[in-house]
């Protein structure tokens, strides 16, 4: 059944499912839905004005591209072809994004399913699933409803609305009484045409290091205006920005490829590794000293011949550009010079200036005051310091954001300790069984904190400190009894698009008990001495660390779930402290042993290319081979709706 629509709203009340987000998470989630139970009312909300999400057409601006070239970017049951506008070996452009998400919808008939400029409010449980709160973005009351708000209920509930959907605040102090424009990198898109076309504005400030960052000082400098760049004395400094294309050794590598060469991702400590199958292999590289050292000789390889071959070698200028640490503990942060012309060229002529200091406040009409007492003036100053990690949605009742494994400030002292003795064990086993990660940098400021508005009467800001995101697998809530809830897209990963596409059949599988025995993260048989745990690490009734061939009882699983996910958690911490690895799951280098980690689960065969030969040999893993995935579930299961 689809819903009926009125001037965007929908004219029924309750849905059998609905998904909030309609980008690439939220798209392939209700289109594997109806695959499965084609008799589903299911309903897709979302905030912009257009199909996408991040990639919804009022998002973009000129140049926007992705990291990926041709045929890494697609769904597995729908590729994208060179009619889309985008040849081989082409990067791909924000308007091809959209265009393709746009035409996926149509092809799945998910348009007439979708609520546009319509945000979710709150989100209330209920006896038998979810009250939602919706609201019109628009000005205008709509549907003879006040400020144009509207109640659905619905049994099942998908939130796909991602980890880019709020940008993080310019929490600066000064900034209520600053006359030049302050604008968020989210907003690119529709400012950057005053920004561009301004005769006075010839002087911009861009704050910030990530892709988005550099995305900006390239349009704004190849657009004629003098760029300041400012990277934090006291922050990560800068990502690594690799060449499409690397030697590494004697091999040429499609650098985006390399993450999806399964013997590539046996260098990767990785507390799921072993649902690969490899798991004696990738012990002797991760347990012994030799292997330990072959490992860390590459990683160190890898990030050196991204900078050198990059140009980051090239000029003294551009040191302040190189990355704080070894490319290995950057997770996604590693992100592809995608550009026309050569990036670095800007800053050499100078059309660029690149200053490594901390901005105390802003003063004046035009004036950045740093802390080292020195100024400058800018015309307009773009902020780009990422997106805020904390759900959007007012879930409600508080007391359940720690049921539901959200990033919350709500909970008591004896559920902080629960989750403090969980994740004191998981720390002793993830360093047993990767030394290595031993060695992770430690950083001076806290991932986990994040400010709230800025105030208006400029007063210093308190900054919060959060939960972080804990998802059993990243997508589901770990205490959850009634499993009618997932999140969709709450991590970073690569091959976005496949691991959306497997991860709503997973979520399926999940919100109708049909997962199968589930692969195991922890090593059941290994021993951990009791006086190498941390002395709050009291296990007080946690799962046994024995083998398990199955479990004894409903309660054992679920202590096995929640322990594994402070495992599945507290690893993306230790691997991933230059990426987002504290805040939420962050791996670049583990998509393929991920992706085996839910087809496991689902009670397929993780090896889509035939045997091991094939499997070490037979090249990177692409969309294509997870092809036939839903089919083969579906054929599985015996379903016939």
């Not at 990767?268 to 002797?284: E, T």
Request: glycine share 8%; proline share 6%.
């Amino acid at each position: 059944m689809s819903p009926e629509t009125t001037k965007g709203w929908t004219s029924n009340s309750h849905y059998d499912v609905i998904v909030i987000g309609a980008g690439c998470a939220g798209l392939p989630a209700a289109k594997n839905y109806l695959q499965i139970e084609p008799s589903t009312s299911l309903l897709l909300i979302d905030v912009n004005r257009s199909i996408g999400g991040v990639w919804a057409k009022e998002n973009l601006y000129p140049g926007l591209k992705t990291n990926n070239l041709l045929g890494t970017y697609e769904f597995p049951d729908f590729p994208m072809h060179e009619g889309f506008g985008v040849k081989k070996g082409e990067h791909i452009s924000g308007e091809v994004c959209h265009e393709y998400l746009r035409q996926y919808a149509e092809k799945f008939d998910l348009m007439k399913r979708t609520l546009l400029e319509t945000k979710v409010k709150t989100v209330e449980k209920i006896e038998r699933g979810w009250n939602l709160t919706l609201q019109s973005v628009k000005d205008d009351g709509l549907d003879g409803q006040t400020q144009g708000k509207r109640l659905v209920t619905c049994t099942k509930l998908m939130v796909a609305t991602g980890l880019t959907n709020r940008p993080a605040p310019i929490d600066i102090l000064g900034s209520e009484s600053f006359k030049a424009p302050i604008i968020n990198f989210a907003s690119l898109g529709a400012e950057i045409p005053t920004l561009l076309n301004d005769p006075s504005i010839k002087q911009v400030t861009v704050i910030g290091t990530g892709k988005a960052a550099y995305d900006s000082v390239y349009l704004l400098a190849t657009s004629g205006k003098r760029v300041t760049w400012i990277v934090r004395k006291s922050g990560h400094g800068a990502t690594y920005m690799s060449p499409p294309y690397v030697w590494i050794g004697p091999f040429y590598c499609w650098i985006e490829m390399v993450a999806s060469l399964r013997p590539f991702t046996f260098l990767s400590p990785c507390v799921w590794g072993n649902a690969d199958g490899f798991g004696k292999l990738r012990s002797l590289l991760h347990e012994s000293r030799v292997g330990r050292w072959i490992v860390e000789n590459v990683w160190k390889k890898l990030g050196s011949d991204i900078l050198e071959q990059g140009g980051l070698n090239k000029y003294e200028k551009l040191t302040v550009l190189k990355p704080d640490a070894e490319a290995m503990w950057y997770a996604t942060g590693i992100a592809i010079l995608n550009y026309p012309t050569n990036f670095y060229d800007l800053i050499v002529s100078r059309q660029v200036e690149i200053l490594r200091k901390d901005i105390e406040r802003l003063e004046g009409e035009n004036s950045i005051k740093f802390t080292d007492g020195t100024t400058i003036e800018t015309n307009a100053l773009l902020s780009s310091n990422g997106w805020m990690f904390t759900p959007d949605i007012e879930f409600l009742p508080p007391s359940l954001h720690l049921e539901l494994g959200l990033p919350t400030t709500e909970y008591t002292k004896s559920q902080k300790e629960i989750w403090d003795n969980l994740n004191a064990r998981a720390d002793v086993e993830i360093l047993e069984r990767f030394p290595m990660l031993a060695k992770r940098p430690r950083l001076n400021d806290d991932p986990l904190a994040v400010s709230p508005n800025l105030p208006a009467d400029n007063t210093p800001l308190e900054r919060k400190a959060y939960m972080p995101w804990r998802l059993w697998r990243g997508l589901a809530p770990p205490l959850s009894k009634e499993k009618n809830l997932v999140f969709l897209g709450m991590m970073a990963n690569l091959q976005v698009a496949v691991r959306n596409n497997l991860a709503g059949i997973w979520a399926y599988a999940y919100m109708n008990g049909m997962l199968e025995s589930q692969a195991r993260l922890t090593l059941g048989n290994m021993e951990v001495a009791m006086e190498k745990r941390p002395q709050q690490a009291n296990l007080n009734g946690l799962p046994s660390e024995t083998a398990m061939n199955g479990y004894e009882s409903e309660k054992e699983r679920e202590e096995d779930i929640l322990y594994e996910t402070a495992l599945f958690n507290r690893f993306n911490l230790w691997r991933a402290p230059y990426g987002f690895g504290a805040r939420y799951p962050d791996f670049a280098f583990d998509n393929i042993p991920f992706f085996d980690l839910l087809l496991r689960d689902l009670g397929l065969n993780p090896w889509r290319k035939g045997g091991w030969i094939r499997e070490i040999f037979g090249g990177p893993y692409l969309p294509k081979d997870y092809r036939e995935v839903v089919d083969e579930w579906i054929s599985r299961k015996g379903l016939n709706f």
